[in-house]
């Protein structure tokens, strides 16, 4: 199984990299898909990349990648980031790897994501496999998954080693499910309104396109509906 999943990895990284263009500067997320897409780059020669955590940014320069600061005096040309749920709006959840406000914010330094994941990601409604994480401050943590949960009833702290995940911000993480019944759109805004949450991980508004790897090595492309949504 594993060896299908990379081989999809593998072709979904590839159309990506094929996409990144001499003299751009981009940003990195975080998770495996990414980090083939850095092994791939780091055969280019002149790449700048804003990184979205600590491993990928010690991936990246060690594969010989500029690692390069969001210092508020550029714009990202591409940013290129996995998945752990796509819907066919590509609405996606993130977070399974705990560096979802990072993300977040390097997709929302960029003209443009696109979204490197394999097909099993694609979903027909968000929550259908995973939780959605919500990072939230670790100072009376209890008392942000109490006002949580009167909008996701059901969540869990997030664990590791037997001891609350830390995220690279130094923040917890609140694993929720997410009804069938619920409304992405509308949770977008209601979870940022909770006092002592920080980021939540629906990606809405953001992708679009999302490159997503077969076991046979096929790439699906699947581009965002036009909403007239403004872009994010």
């Known amino acids: 199984m594993e060896g299908a999943d990379a081989t999809a990895r593998a072709a979904a990284a590839a159309a990506a990299v094929d996409l990144v263009e001499p003299g751009m500067t981009i940003g990195l997320g975080s998770g495996r898909a990414v980090w083939e897409v ?3 780059l780091g055969d280019r020669s002149g790449v700048r990349a804003a990184v979205a955590s600590q491993r990928t940014a010690e991936l990246a320069r060690g594969l010989g990648i500029e690692v390069v600061e969001l210092d508020g ?3 990202l040309d591409l940013a290129l980031d996995g998945a752990d749920e796509v819907d066919p ?3 996606l959840i993130k977070g399974g790897g705990g560096a979802l406000l990072r993300e977040k914010i390097v997709i929302s330094a960029a003209r443009r994501f696109v979204v490197v994941a394999e097909t099993p990601k694609r979903v027909e409604r968000l929550g259908q496999h995973f939780r959605l994480p919500v990072e939230v401050v ?4 209890r008392d942000t998954r109490r006002r949580l949960e009167r909008v996701l009833p059901d969540t869990q702290l997030r664990m590791a080693d037997g001891e609350p995940y830390v995220t690279d911000e130094g923040h917890h993480i609140l694993d929720c499910v997410l009804p069938a019944e619920a409304d992405p759109d ?3 805004h ?4 909770i006092t002592g949450v920080v980021e939540h991980g629906l990606f809405i508004g953001m992708a679009e396109r999302a490159l997503l790897g077969r076991p046979d090595g096929v790439v699906d492309s699947l581009d965002a509906p036009i909403t007239g949504r403004p872009p994010r």
Do not use: C, P, Q
């Not at 670790?138 to 943590?141: E, K, M, N």
């Open 73 to 75: 005096s550029l714009e």
């Open 89 to 91: 709006e590509l609405r």
């Open 38 to 40: 850095a092994r791939l």
């Open 186 to 188: 509308a949770l977008d």
């Open 138 to 141: 670790r100072f009376a943590w």
């Open 190 to 193: 209601r979870l940022k309104d």
